[in-house]
């Protein structure tokens, strides 16, 4: 896997997001998973722009199953959230 990669994985894992002021939980929380799969579908969008053969496939592979985890995730929390309000 490509440095870029292994770096953006990071980031990602780690990501935090600021409140702003005047937003609730639900919009901090809405944004906080909506902007890392966003992420997520940007750099899918790079790799596959720049696909040399198979050079990218392991790279390709290990983001696209990175966002399904976070899609999954969102899901649940928005589950979670509409059923307690």
């Not at 440095?3 to 980031?11: L, M, P, W």
């Not at 799969?37 to 050079?55: E, F, P, Q, R």
């Not at 592979?61 to 899609?71: G, N, P, R, T, Y």
């Amino acid at each position: 896997m490509k440095k870029q990669t292994i770096e953006f994985i990071d980031y990602v894992k780690n990501f935090k997001i600021v409140r702003e002021t005047g937003d609730d939980e639900f919009t901090t929380l809405k944004k906080y998973h909506k902007s890392k799969i966003n992420a997520c579908y940007s750099y899918l969008k790079v790799l596959s722009s720049n696909k040399n053969g198979d050079n990218l496939k392991e790279d390709y592979s290990a983001v696209l199953d990175l966002s399904k985890q976070f899609e999954n995730e969102y899901i649940k929390w928005k589950n979670v959230y509409e059923k307690n309000n």
